[in-house]
């Protein structure tokens, strides 16, 4: 993933998790408060520390629509 897109979304999410920290402490709970400072920052760490899978044609596998195909 680009380093502009991952950045965004990156600061999308912290902002997210911000508003609904605040919003939970609009409405007074503090349990889900809580868990919203926790799970915020946890997703743009795991956002970055997490590779993105990348897959090739050429995997040794052989692509599904031909299984298909090749059965009797």
Do not use: C, N
């Not at 999308?12 to 508003?19: D, E, Y």
């Not at 400072?37 to 050429?58: D, H």
């Amino acid at each position: 993933m680009p380093f502009r897109i991952k950045f965004g979304l990156s600061v999308a999410v912290a902002l997210a998790a911000l508003g609904g920290w605040f919003y939970m402490r609009y409405l007074g709970q503090s349990g889900p408060q809580w868990a919203v400072a926790f799970l915020g920052p946890f997703m743009v760490v795991s956002l970055w520390i997490f590779p993105e899978v990348m897959r090739t044609r050429s995997e040794g596998r052989t692509p599904r629509h031909q299984l298909r195909d090749a059965r009797p």
